[in-house]
């Protein structure tokens, strides 16, 4: 149980264009789910909180109009890197909880994207 | 004072041995407890789980809690090379929507 997935698992694309990362719960209802960056050999960064229905909730210094988030249902919850720079080249991973987890986070296998 | 402190590593332990794994947390009224696993170039895989103080084992894993000493620690026995990664501690923070808030990790290197 607790299964999360991401698509696509890689994504290169060119400077200027948009990407779409989406992450689904499997096999559970996930109230919340997270998205993160993560540098090489850096710490994990939170980049937003979302709920399903609900505007996402963005940690300081992440532009929301750059990082747009949308958790449509209870199971889908997508991240639109908007006109894409190579400085946002980064694993993108999300994860997500539920109502029953006692604040656990289960995490997807995330997504590395590159801006060429 | 950062809220949750580890050990950056590297940890280097022979296979076999046991592997200790430590982390200190500053927000007293925490309740729950976690460990999570990062092989390289990987996403974070949940491990361990503790919210009572004492031992919680799980095969070879064995966390420890102790709330008064705002420390929790994490044993791996019988290590082994593919016990070889970065370990997360992570505590649920304090804002609304419970973030959990990840400690910079243990590099560890079990050597074969």
């Known amino acids: 149980g607790a299964v999360v997935s991401q698509h696509p698992s890689r994504v290169i694309c060119k400077s200027g264009t948009s990407v779409k990362i989406e992450c689904r719960s499997l096999?559970?209802?996930?109230?919340?789910m997270f998205w993160y960056r993560q540098f090489p050999k850096k710490s994990l960064m939170l980049m937003a909180t979302s709920n399903e229905g609900s505007k996402a909730t963005y940690e300081q210094g992440v532009e929301k109009d750059k990082f747009l988030i949308n958790h449509a249902s209870l199971t889908l919850s997508t991240l639109t890197v908007t006109s894409a720079h190579p400085e946002d080249s980064s694993f993108y991973i999300c994860?997500?909880?539920?109502?029953?987890?006692?604040?656990?986070?289960?995490f997807g296998p995330g997504t590395r994207l590159t801006v060429l | 004072q950062k809220e949750v402190e580890q050990n950056s590593g590297p940890l280097s332990v022979p296979e076999g041995a046991i592997a200790s794994l430590n982390c200190t947390y500053s927000?007293?009224?925490?309740?729950?407890f976690f460990w999570y696993r990062q092989y390289s170039g990987k996403s974070p895989e949940l491990i361990m789980s503790?919210?009572?103080?004492g031992d919680k084992e799980d095969g070879r894993f064995t966390a420890q809690l102790n709330k008064a000493s705002q420390y929790v620690s994490l044993l791996i026995r019988d290590s082994q090379p593919s016990d070889s990664a970065t370990y997360l501690c992570a505590v649920p923070g304090r804002e609304y929507g419970n973030k959990l808030v990840f400690g910079a990790g243990t590099i560890l290197r079990v050597k074969s």
């Open positions: 927000d007293r009224v925490s309740q729950s």
């Open positions: 503790i919210y009572s103080n």
């Open positions: 096999d559970f209802q996930a109230t919340t």
């Open positions: 994860s997500a909880k539920t109502w029953r987890s006692y604040n656990e986070q289960f």
